[in-house]
């Protein structure tokens, strides 16, 4: 049976603001999707919301993973569910646990994504297990040993944090894995070097979701698909060529094409201003 | 088995009943007689003291206690938790105030060091404790518990470290209190110069109704080094009331590590005294608390010499309805130049009805120093919560795993791993659901 992700008309809303206004996608198992479109389109607002971030609040619409031989209702599920049935999101800001080693962070994780029906106290995979495996993951990514003793994202440059992401996707090996702008605050050599292992890691065996303002990234990860996000929703869908276009020339064809969308998303920008300037934001 | 205690009270009779049954030196007697007349003529403290005001003890009743009674240890000692597959090179411990147990390792005796019950030893070293036993360290005039401790402490622990020894062998201290007793446990320690000496104490109890008030002195000589660990670890039923202070001389390092699990209402004074050049604190905290325990801390790192370090690190983790109070100063005399002091308290609230107060404050009368203080409170930050969840962690999982992470700072400057390990797993275990 085919495993596929399944967003039929999604809205959400945060403190109460309409953010995605209708979303639609479908990722299947072994699929490359890119999503692009301009900053404050409601991209990383998807992410979160398929993770099911307590702050975003869905009103409308269905999340469906169609995996193991079962369609889970994705938004009944808590966040750690969600994960456990391989659902993935790389954050674009990861947070910091001060005093939480990396390797510790990680091997409870790998044990319970590895042991969905794991119960709490129960024992994790074993140490020597883990370190062989980790280490040689961070060999494969050229991460120091030492990191895996550093807490968790605590001091992290942002390109070491973005590496840090990539490096809890090889280890949990996610079926549907959403990548946040993972390619912001690399250098050019940095995000080669992560584009090639996140095919590494995927190839052809995940359904991966890449957010993105550029073409890097999918340089090793070519898309089957390509969406463009504006105003909340997707606006339009076609092949790797138009990633290609969207990187060189932007999004005014596009907010040509689509202006009610186009509208939203200025009326979007301008009440985020306005919160910004009366500091609610 | 434990035993009933009918409780004598503080009476001029039970008191006089105490000495009567003491064999000590006659400067002892005459200080215990003054300190006891201190206590009769002092009120307890009210809230309208600064150091009492966020803490009530309207319903301690001192007439449900008494005083310590010789025959009343024999009962089963309660097992501590702190040295876990540690080798020790002496212990001692007490019940209800009275000496159960004690024991160097022949090597250390052979060397001079001097450890056992205070009760015990008091005789033999009297001129040597008299010269540190209320003097410099505790004022016994504090207050009425002070005064109260000075009068009737009892059992106790003493430990001696002659010059230039080093003791590599932790020793180890348990108090213990069972059935509504009382515990009156001095401690004093004498670290001379250039020696070197791990001290572990911690106390343990059943959570009936029972009181402590105990005095801890310690003397760290010039270039002497002394970690100190002191677990707080009583049932739910205790008062406790401490006066605890250290003189840290000339080049001399301490560090002491407090843990706080226990007690239905604790009040602390803990004091650092730097009184030799470039002398060297280090102070930790780890509470937690749940209930309604109320734990009160009155910290002070008094800089009396040039060049000393002081610095400060609690951590606390409350829940339910607990309560913690922090107080802390630094105090800088006029001739404490290039002093560097630091003071930090940081808090994490659990649930909706737990409080923390953080005070810090700083007293300078040099020019030339550095010092600074923080303190924070707040709850589990629910952002990474969500983060760990999204790594397949549970929202309990993530919560006990941000809740290791916060007192990691503090279990990174603890070298003894045991004292790390059986803090980590005595909070580890009270963790609860988070909501």
């Given amino acids: 049976m085919a495993e596929i992700l399944t967003i039929k008309d999604l809205h959400v809303s945060v403190d109460g603001k309409p953010i995605l206004k209708g979303v639609n996608l479908v990722l299947r198992r072994g699929e490359t999707h890119a999503l692009m479109g301009p900053n404050g389109s409601g991209k990383s607002t998807l992410g979160y919301a398929i993770m099911g971030h307590p702050g975003y609040e869905v009103t409308q619409g269905t999340i469906e993973l169609e995996a193991d031989g079962a369609t889970h209702d994705v938004l009944a599920m808590e966040p750690d569910e969600r994960a456990r049935a391989g659902v993935f999101l790389a954050f674009q800001r990861p947070m910091s646990i001060p005093g939480v080693k990396m390797a510790d962070f990680l091997r409870h994780a790998t044990t319970n994504v590895r042991n969905p029906q794991r119960k709490e106290g129960e024992d994790l995979i074993p140490m020597r297990d883990f370190r062989k495996e980790l280490r040689a993951k961070m060999e494969q990514l050229k991460m120091d040993a030492e990191f895996a003793r550093r807490y968790v994202n605590e001091g992290f440059s942002g390109g070491e944090m973005k590496r840090a992401e990539i490096l809890q996707l090889a280890m949990l090996r996610p079926k549907f894995a959403i990548l946040d702008e993972t390619d912001s605050g690399l250098d050019v050599d940095a995000v080669r070097l992560a584009s090639q292992s996140i095919a590494e890691i995927g190839g052809a065996d995940m359904g991966i979701l890449i957010i993105t303002h550029h073409d890097k990234l999918l340089e090793h990860n070519r898309p089957q698909y390509t969406h463009v996000m504006l105003g909340g929703r997707i606006v339009e869908t076609g092949g790797p060529e138009l990633a290609e276009e969207l990187h060189q020339r932007g999004y005014d064809r596009i907010r040509a094409a689509y202006p009610e969308a186009a509208a939203e998303e200025a009326a979007m920008s301008k009440s985020e201003n306005a919160a910004a300037q009366l500091g609610v934001a | ?435």
């Fill in chain 2, 1 to 435: 088995m434990t035993q009933t205690i009918v409780p004598s009270g503080f009476t001029q009779a039970a008191f006089d009943a105490f000495l009567a049954a003491r064999r000590e030196p006659a400067w002892l007697t005459a200080q215990r007689r003054e300190l006891w007349e201190a206590f009769q003529a002092m009120p307890l403290p009210g809230r309208d003291e600064e150091e009492w005001r966020r803490t009530d003890i309207r319903l301690l009743r001192l007439d449900k206690f008494g005083l310590p009674v010789e025959g009343t240890g024999g009962a089963q000692l309660p097992e501590g938790v702190l040295t876990a597959g540690v080798t020790l090179g002496g212990r001692t411990a007490t019940l209800n105030s009275v000496p159960v147990a004690q024991q160097l390792a022949p090597k250390w005796a052979e060397r001079g060091v001097v450890f056992g019950s205070l009760d015990q030893l008091i005789n033999e070293h009297s001129e040597l404790i008299r010269r540190h036993l209320f003097t410099r360290a505790v004022n016994p005039h504090a207050d009425k518990f002070a005064a109260l401790h000075g009068a009737c402490w009892s059992g106790g622990t003493f430990l001696y470290v002659p010059r230039g020894v080093t003791v590599d062998e932790p020793l180890y201290q348990l108090s213990a209190l069972q059935g509504g007793g009382s515990d009156f446990s001095h401690t004093l320690v004498i670290v001379d110069d250039d020696a070197e000496v791990t001290l572990l104490a911690e106390t343990a109890g059943d959570d009936t109704p029972s009181l402590h008030c105990g005095g801890i002195e310690l003397w760290v000589g010039a270039g002497a080094r002394l970690q100190y660990v002191n677990l707080q670890n009583w049932g739910s039923g205790t008062w406790h009331f401490g006066h605890q202070k250290a003189l840290v001389g000339r080049d001399g390092q301490l560090q002491w590590t407090i843990g706080a699990l226990g007690a239905r209402v604790a009040k602390v004074n803990q004091h650092v005294g730097l009184i030799g050049q470039r002398a060297n604190a280090q102070v930790n905290g780890v509470m937690f608390t749940e209930g309604r325990q109320h734990l009160s801390y009155h910290t002070l790192q008094h800089h009396e010499a040039e060049s000393c370090q002081s610095d400060l690190l609690y951590k606390g983790a409350l829940q339910d309805h607990s309560r913690i109070v922090w107080r802390g100063m630094i105090k800088v005399d006029p001739n404490a130049q290039k002093t560097d002091g630091y003071q930090r308290d940081d808090n994490l609230i659990l649930s909706e009805g737990a409080r923390a107060d953080s005070i810090p404050g700083l007293e300078i009368e040099a020019d030339d120093v550095r010092c600074t203080h923080g303190a924070t409170a707040g709850r589990v930050d629910d952002q990474q919560i969500f983060y760990a969840q999204c790594r397949g962690l549970t929202r309990n999982e993530a919560v006990r795993m941000i809740v290791a992470g916060f007192f990691q700072q503090v279990f990174d400057r603890i070298r003894i791993e045991c004292v790390r390990e059986a803090l980590g797993h005595a909070i580890g275990r009270r963790i609860r659901e988070y909501d």
